[in-house]
């Protein structure tokens, strides 16, 4: 954790900051390696302090290395108090987009400082994974891989969509996933035009398209990957769909690269889908980033202007999406680099028919 940080003790000085304070577990997560909950961290430039309580301080002491650890008593607040005074903090910069109107007053009242608020200060360290991260993520994707060859055999007419979610996620966890990285998405049928409809009790029928959108976690990092299928047999329109759905995610994936504006990346698929004739059924952005967090910057979507870099994991998801017909979307997860990606979903994506 030593990198990260060195890396945060830079953004303090480059934000003319004396320190920062961080609620949002995730976040606390990331700079300290901790894994409860009902925690704080504040970053300084020469010192840094993590603060919890009874419940959490002999597992603080094993998994942090880098902060001095202190247990409040009662009130956390009294705690940050008092540490950002021995830390001789004037300029104290917060996350203005999660913490509370609540928590901003009390800090406000009991610290003698000046309030800065800095929303995606940690957000932006989190953007470049390093090597352990991906290397959680590609776990987590294997676990994810894994089970879409399991259920290949498992999913037949009949079934009700929530069951076979259930059974994605206990052959997960038994494959080593400490837990889904959102509620799973399977949508069968006409429900397959709705991008998010989670698992509901419609029964899966001969001829449906069943789209599949689930993902695990490995040490809290997240996998993402949708799949589409047809139970039966599909007929010309579905392939039609499907293979539209397909070349734009193979575009997209064999241009991609760090160095191009979000719009741009997203712009790969979404020129193809829109050459079929199929540009209004596209409405949702090309891909999102995954780490610690299932949808983290970067964010491509069409009007999205922030640079791809190299080190960005993001999904790259084109769908299309016929309400009361049915609807198909392809997703991997893929490592950005220099030249181009390395695609981290090893499950086939040519139409599969069960």
Excluded: W
Excluded at 37 to 56: K, M, P, Q
Excluded at 155 to 167: F, H, L, R
């Amino acid at each position: 954790m030593n990198n990260r940080l060195d890396a945060a003790k830079r953004l303090l000085i480059e934000k003319e900051l004396d320190g920062f304070i961080v609620f949002k577990p995730v976040n606390v997560t990331y700079l300290t390696g901790f894994t409860g909950d009902d925690s704080v961290a504040i970053v300084g430039l020469n010192e840094s302090y993590f603060i919890t309580d009874s419940r959490y301080t002999e597992q603080a002491s094993h998994e942090i290395e880098d902060f001095k650890i202190i247990e409040h008593k009662s009130d956390i607040f009294e705690a940050i108090r008092d540490c950002i005074s021995n830390m001789g903090i004037n300029k104290l910069g917060f996350e203005g987009n999660y913490i509370t109107f609540e928590q901003y007053n009390k800090l406000k009242d009991i610290l003698q400082v000046e309030l800065k608020p800095e929303n995606g200060f940690v957000e932006s360290l989190r953007e470049i994974k390093d090597e352990t991260e991906i290397e959680n993520i590609k776990k987590a994707q294997y676990i994810t891989d894994e089970t879409f060859k399991y259920f290949l055999n498992f999913i037949k007419p009949g079934m009700k969509e929530k069951d076979v979610a259930i059974e994605m996620e206990y052959y997960m966890k038994k494959l080593g996933a400490d837990d889904k990285s959102f509620d799973f998405i399977i949508a069968s049928g006409k429900r397959s035009s709705m991008p998010h409809g989670k698992a509901s009790d419609k029964v899966i029928e001969n001829g449906d398209f069943v789209t599949f959108d689930y993902g695990c976690k490995v040490n809290g990092y997240c996998s993402d990957m949708t799949r589409t299928i047809v139970v039966g047999r599909a007929n010309e329109k579905q392939r039609e769909i499907y293979n539209t759905v397909l070349e734009a995610q193979t575009n997209a994936i064999n241009n991609l690269k760090s160095g191009m504006i979000e719009k741009d990346g997203d712009y790969l698929a979404r020129r193809v889908i829109f050459e079929r004739g199929y540009g209004n059924y596209f409405g949702h952005s090309l891909g999102h980033g995954v780490g610690l967090e299932i949808h983290e910057k970067p964010f491509m979507g069409p009007r999205g202007t922030n640079l791809l870099k190299s080190g960005m994991v993001v999904t790259v998801e084109p769908g299309i999406y016929i309400p009361e017909l049915y609807g198909v979307r392809i997703e991997d997860m893929v490592l950005l680099k220099e030249d181009g990606v390395i695609d981290l979903t090893n499950s086939p994506k040519e139409l599969i028919e069960v």
